[in-house]
Every structure is written in C-alpha cells, then in structure tokens.
C-alpha cells in the first residue's frame, strides 16, 4: 500500500509540472491586429490649409497591421467649400504599406496613399501620391521627418507636388499631456495648393485618459491673400487659427 501511494504522489507531482509550465507560457499575439478612432475635430486642416470652410468636421480612421510590418487602411473625413473636390463632401484616403526598425528606436514607413472623393461630378478628382518617413527618439522627443511625392496629374491640375515635413512629440513626465509641432514644405501648385509653394507649421498639445484625446494646436501658414483668392479659396483657410480636436481609438 506504501509502495502504491508513493508511486501516485510521484505521478500527481509529474502531471503538475506540465500544467504549471502551460499556464506560464505568454500566450502568442496575433499576426493580424485592427486598429481605429474617431474624432471630431473643430475644422480640418490639411497641411495647413482648411478644407472644412472653417466648421467642424468628423473623422475617422481603420488600420489593419501584420506582424511582418505590412499594413493597409483608410482614413476619412468630411469637408466643405474649398475642400469639395468635384463637390463631394466625403474626403477618403486609401493606403498601404510597410514599415521595420532599422535601429534600435529608429524606425522606416513607405507606402502609397490614394485620395478619393465619392460622389464627385464634372472631372477625374482621385489620384495617387507615395510617401516615406523616418522616425525615432532624440532624448525624450520623438522626432519624425519625411516626404510625400505626388507625381502629375490631372486630377491635381497636371501639375507635381513634393511635401517635406518635421513631427515632433514631447511627453511631459508624470501628465497625460504630450507638446506637438510641425513644419511642412509644399513644392509644386495643385488644385489643392494655392500659390504653389508655400510653409505650413502648427504648435499644440494633447492629453490622453485611457483611449480619449483631446487636442489644442495654432496652425498657420505663408499662403497670401492674392495666391488663396487666385485659386479660389478665401484668406481665412490659410489663415492662422486654433484646432480643437477630440478623438476615441479602439
């Protein structure tokens, strides 16, 4: 009976060890993940220019991201006046990618974005424009620059475009709240570009409380009053103004 009852602790205590080193295991992420927000933003400044007629505009974004860096999504969101290409009122923005650390906290992204305006009428209003940037930590800011190329074409008055850019983020240490700046140079006279080239740069800050963002930024730009009114638009979207956005991500 002795013999018996060591010989079944010694089979419990092996049968446990397994369990334990399963349970332990860290289970394995998923090589396909969905990300996404919402945001209501008080207008809509692209590159410094305001495609919302200076009203509050809805955005919204969808990702979808593999494990091997590769990524595709779509961003939209609502515009009026100068920004209704064709008149739609529904700016959508198709793209993907790929992106990879080079260093350690240096990282690369390049793709193709694809800008669409359903339901415009009167002309060919989509087109293409490949982009690449570089990211990483300088201290404790994250600095990004990079470069979007969109080559002629109609849609964009036969012309080319190249926008140079700087993002940079600082986290204040012990708040939710990040200091942001951009400066942005625009080459090449679009529909979309009044006066061809111009500097675009915005200062702001954000606060984050689990996945809600709330937004504070001046954005201005160099656009004059006679290059906005040559190609339609008014004084005020190039203009400087304060942007209040407020964003949910899942």
Known sequence: MAQYSLLLVGAL???????????????????????????????????????????????????????????????????DGFGELGGSNLELDLYGGYRTELAKGVTADAGLLYYAYPGSRGGKFEFFEPYANVSGKLGPVTAKVGAAFAPAQSAIGGNSNLYLFNDNSLPIAGTPIALA??????????????????????????????????????????????????????????????????????
């Open 13 to 79: 205590l092996a049968s446990a060890f397994p369990l334990r080193a399963a349970a332990q295991e860290t289970p394995r992420a998923p090589a396909l993940t969905a990300t996404g927000g919402v945001t209501l933003a008080s207008q809509y400044r692209f590159r410094g220019i305001g495609l919302s007629d200076e009203k509050p505009a809805l955005q919204g974004t969808i990702n979808l991201n593999h494990e091997s860096g590769a990524y595709v999504g779509a961003w939209a969101s609502s515009l």
């Open 181 to 250: 700046s951009h400066v942005g140079w625009s080459k090449g006279r679009t529909t979309l570009t009044p006066g061809g080239d111009y500097l675009d740069w915005s200062l702001g800050a954000q606060a984050t409380w689990r996945n809600l963002t709330a937004g504070v930024s001046y954005v201005d730009t160099d656009i004059g009053r006679r290059d906005a009114l040559a190609a339609g638009a008014t004084k005020e979207i190039v203009d400087g103004a304060v942007v209040l956005s407020l964003g949910a991500s899942f």
